[in-house]
């Protein structure tokens, strides 16, 4: 289901589309419809598992969850995928930053595209305003991607946490928390403590899905003090003495991503009755992720996934047919 990934140029095409399709609207929110369903075919295109489970959100929550995916995902996809220098990645980063801030001013949606600002950027600002999300949020965000460029180790998990999955991924999970909202004002802040859990969580499964990759990048996202415990002094995942170190550190670490999943789920609850089918299902399939990882004989050599009919038995089975739906949908 999902894709292949898309180039500079393929990406640059989209937006152009969107930006036509968006000027023809004569008001910031007829705008933003034309913005949420390109955001919809960005979401569709790159991610199964997300997309499938937030099918089950209300419309209104899943088309702002849509504009929030695709503002994260070019952004991701410069540091990642693009086929370009890192002055080039650092150029695009700073213009897609340059116009946050320039669409959070005063005026909404259509001045910003007037004003040449990325369409998923400008529809992204909307919504930081109509949720009154902090705007530094987005700000940490982008320094994470920044970082990949030219990436450092991390001496220990509260460094690898604070130093980058917070801007890659917890603040990410604030700003799902305002979309999905809380069942009770005074619940919002263990809303937002389950994100910030489930956001490290999916961060360290991420992590270990992806260490060949990662390495291959210039990067280790597995924390230096785990390493030398397990007697790894110099990591080079291409040492096959090496793989036998590195399943004890795996283990650890999908222990300890599991921890942050049992957290986040003990304050389900503080979402909203509406949102916590998709969110219970997210930590469900990560948590199975996770958990292959951890039994996973094949090494960091082989990315684990799981299988769509593993994704789909944590949804209620009553309302399947919003999956097909959603895909059959142009």
Known sequence: MAGHEWTLDEWEALQLKVVEDSKKCATNPEARLPITRHARHVMRHYTTGFFIVSRFLPKVKR?????IYAAVRYPDEVVDTFKISDDHKKKLLAEWRNGYRAALKPGGILP???GD??????AFSDLVQRHEIPVEYYESFLDAMEFDIAP???????????G????????????LTHV?????????????????????????TNFLRDIQDDARRGRVYLPTDILEAHGISAFNPSDEQQQEQLRPVVKEMTQLA??????SFQTLNAFHPDSRIAIKACIDV?????????????????RESVPLVEKLKPLPTSKFWRIPLAYLLP
Do not use: W
């Not at 600002?117 to 400008?122: K, S």
């Not at 999905?180 to 360290?204: E, K, N, T, V, W």
């Not at 599991?258 to 957290?263: C, F, R």
């Open 63 to 67: 088309d702002d969850v849509e504009l």
């Open 164 to 175: 980058y999955i917070y801007g890659s991924a917890i603040v990410v999970g604030y700003f």
């Open 152 to 162: 450092r180790p991390f001496d220990s998990l509260e460094d690898l946490i604070g």
């Open 286 to 302: 990560y948590r199975m992720l996770n958990t292959r990882i951890a039994d996973s004989g094949l090494g960091i050599h082989h």
């Open 117 to 122: 600002v990325p369409p998923f950027v400008a």
């Open 112 to 114: 910003a595209l007037g």
């Open 180 to 204: 999905y909202g809380a069942c009770a004002p005074d619940a919002f802040d263990d809303a937002m403590q389950s994100a910030r859990d489930l956001g490290i969580g999916l961060q360290l």
């Open 258 to 263: 599991d921890g942050y999943y049992e957290k």
